[in-house]
């Protein structure tokens, strides 16, 4: 190249050029090195490399000048960073060529100088942006891997590690897992494929996992790489403990079903209309009561056709419009055949805010055997339930309490509209203010153990002012050299508004066990109404024995149940006999003497969740093996049986009958006392005995 030329090139501008000599740094500058550093060609002329170099490189430059000096090199490119006029920093990058005389010294240094600041600023940006994204990636408390498109894993995030109890490097080169249980593969593999074809999924799966068996939900999208689909991410979230908490819900409820369905008796709904009331609804064993196959055939029945004579039904209507209820009303009804049957309606009418009848409940017995033989069939209520499950999980990371980062599901659930809703702000203005104090209590304690906080449940404010249950987890991180929290939580409404209705519908269901038990009590003491209010008090009596002897509740409420139910058998002994106002002659006492069995008959298909039948069956069993039906002796009989026959023969001696009147208390007492061990169990009687000395119970009519 020419001199001219040469100059010509050197002026341009296009970039910063210097000459050297050995005895100079700067023998020749362009004026775009002077625009670059800020200086004047007069003034840069006078500077060393040494005084605009910036300190921490001076060594750097040096040595690559020593070492083209010594003739080790004739060149070299290096990056440092010089300093502008104005004390700011410039980084450059510097390619220099040396020229050398015959005797191999140098004559003089060409260099170029490129200004790459905005270059470096560029890459320390995507350096920054990189750590960031991998931090929030690493310490995600769900599983994240990618796949590349033959299905080997090409990333997995240290929780999956943990989870798996693998290392990311033993699962690069995998094809999928082999944690994924045998019977998913399949189903992953198809997902997979869908994915490649560039639909997202959601899916459940089954992994192997150190304590056993783990289900995941897997949200799967695919990997784009300059358009095309190169592989896939998924992210998977641990919902064993959901899984099995959702079980054990539907288990309780089908158990409650089950009951329901297994107890004999009819239950309908019905309105009272002029054109002869309809139904609502009715359950299986009404539908059979009337000669139907099912339900949905009886639901377009009319009220008024069930019933054989239309005055019965206008005499129900008045009374339990006049009383609001009618227990026992004994109705010859009609079946879908036309034949003839007897039952017995209790019902409830349930009113608007206007007092007006809306609809009636009630319950149906077949009592047809009863009436011709009096014997009664059994008697009970069904219930009614519903219910309803999840969304995806959100991750936000806040340092010093301020949000640094959302992801796209946190917004979504504070209905955000762009980041800008959320970055910035305290995480404490999303927190229900009745949890502010629990999650900054939280906050410290994490940051203070550094480990990873158990999920709780708390309240989320919504930018729109609406609050959503969410389960949270946290764990304490380091994010962009700062202290910070990494918090996961999902939106959980829907799981706690399907908890709350199921929880209501269980209590429900107890109540209408209840109702039922109430009814069945009663029809004993409808048929027998000397010994109304019987059963009850041997069921406060009993059960206070019970709390005396320390017994545990669940089973204080099954002796209740079964002490409210202990002469249901009576319904199938003739009226005339559990009335008579003389002492009953043998075959009558024979007869009375079979109401045990024929109590346990008429239970022991109904699913309690006690054994009711039973302790009916053997509360008229004795110590000694003289009671009936079955001559049990000691322990063959079970507590709750002793229980309720000590209480029985005490409250029958305290209590009034046709044939004789009240024995007292103190005869009462003196007979447990002196058959305690041979005919009643020794620890009930003293028990009971205890409760009447220290006055803990007293009848009311002694």
Request: contains cysteine; aromatic residues 8%; glycine residues 6%.
């Amino acid at each position: 190249m020419n001199k001219d030329i040469f100059n010509s090139y050197f002026e341009l501008g296009l970039i910063g050029m210097v000459i050297a000599i050995p005895e100079k740094d700067f023998s020749e500058v362009n004026n775009h090195l002077c625009k670059m550093l800020g200086y004047t060609k007069e003034e840069l002329l006078k500077k060393k490399w040494s005084e605009l170099t910036h300190p921490e490189d001076r060594d750097l430059n040096s040595k690559s000048l020593n070492r083209i000096t010594t003739g080790e090199i004739d060149g070299y490119t290096l990056e440092k960073r010089l300093i502008h006029k104005d004390g700011s920093t410039i980084h450059v990058s510097i390619s220099s060529k040396s020229s050398r005389n015959q005797d191999g010294s140098v004559s003089e240094i060409f260099s170029l100088v490129q200004d790459i600041t905005e270059r470096k600023k560029a890459e320390e940006e995507i350096r920054k942006s990189e750590l960031k994204y991998r931090t929030v990636v690493e310490n995600a408390t769900e599983m994240i891997w990618q796949l590349d498109r033959e299905g080997n894993f090409v990333f997995f995030n240290k929780f999956a590690e943990k989870i798996s109890s693998m290392k990311s490097n033993d699962w690069k080169g995998r094809q999928f897992s082999p944690a994924i249980h045998p019977d998913d593969l399949e189903k992953v593999k198809t997902v997979f494929l869908d994915t490649l074809s560039g639909n997202a999924n959601e899916y459940e799966v089954r992994i192997q996992v150190a304590e056993g068996l783990a289900e995941l939900i897997v949200q799967t999208l695919p990997v784009y790489t300059d358009g095309e689909i190169t592989g896939t991410l998924s992210f998977g979230r641990n919902i064993t403990e959901e899984k099995k908490a959702h079980r054990a819900l539907k288990d309780s409820e089908k158990r409650y079903r089950t009951l329901l369905n297994n107890v004999p008796i009819g239950v309908f709904r019905s309105t009272i209309g002029p054109e002869g009331g309809m139904f609502h609804s009715v359950n299986t064993a009404l539908a059979r009561m009337f000669g139907y196959e099912n339900p949905d055939n009886m639901i377009k029945t009319r009220v008024s056709d069930c019933y054989q004579n239309n005055e019965d039904r206008e005499k129900f209507i008045t009374n339990i419009s006049r009383d609001g209820s009618v227990s026992g009303h004994e109705v010859q009804l009609k079946r879908e055949d036309g034949s003839n049957f007897w039952g017995s309606l209790s019902a409830k009418a349930v009113k608007d805010e206007n007092n007006q009848i809306k609809f009636i409940d009630g319950v149906l017995e077949d009592i047809t055997e009863r009436k011709s033989i009096q014997e009664a069939l059994r008697e009970s209520e069904e219930r009614y339930r519903r219910l309803l499950d999840h969304n995806p999980a959100a991750i936000v990371v806040h340092v010093d309490g301020k949000i640094v980062y959302a992801n796209k599901a946190s917004l979504d659930l504070v209905a955000a509209s762009s980041p800008e809703d959320a970055l910035g702000k305290q995480i404490f203005e999303f927190v229900h203010p009745d949890y502010r104090e629990i999650v900054l209590e939280r906050v410290k304690q994490c940051q203070a153990d550094e480990k990873f906080a158990k999920p709780i449940e708390e309240k989320f404010l919504r930018l729109d002012g609406k609050s959503v249950d969410v389960e949270v987890t946290a764990i304490p991180i380091t994010y962009q050299g700062k202290p910070a929290s990494q918090v996961v939580f999902w939106d959980i409404t829907s799981r706690k508004q399907v908890e709350e209705s199921i929880q209501s519908n269980l209590n429900e269901l107890n109540k209408t066990l209840q109702g039922t038990v109430d009814a069945l009590s009663s029809a004993v003491e409808t048929r027998d109404p000397y010994t109304a209010g019987h059963q009850r008090e041997v069921a406060k009596i009993a059960c206070a024995v019970a709390v005396e002897m320390g017994l545990p509740e669940d089973l204080i409420e099954g002796l209740r149940v079964a002490s409210l139910l202990h002469d249901i058998g009576k319904i199938k002994i003739p009226a005339e006999i559990l009335s008579k106002p003389t002492l009953l002659t043998d075959i009558e006492y024979e007869l009375i003497k079979t109401h045990p069995h024929a109590g346990h008959e008429i239970l022991k298909s109904i699913s309690f969740p006690w054994p009711v039948g039973k302790i009916v069956l053997q509360h008229q069993e004795r110590m000694d093996g003289s009671g009936y039906p079955n001559n049990l002796k000691g322990d063959e009989i079970c507590l709750e049986a002793r229980i309720l026959g000590v209480v029985d023969v005490v409250e029958a001696m305290c209590a009034h009958r046709p044939y004789r009147s009240s024995r007292g208390i103190e005869k009462a007492i003196e007979e447990i006392r002196q058959n305690r061990g041979r005919l009643y169990d020794s620890a009930v009687v003293d028990a009971c005995l205890k409760l009447f000395r220290e006055e803990k119970y007293s009848f009311a009519n002694t």
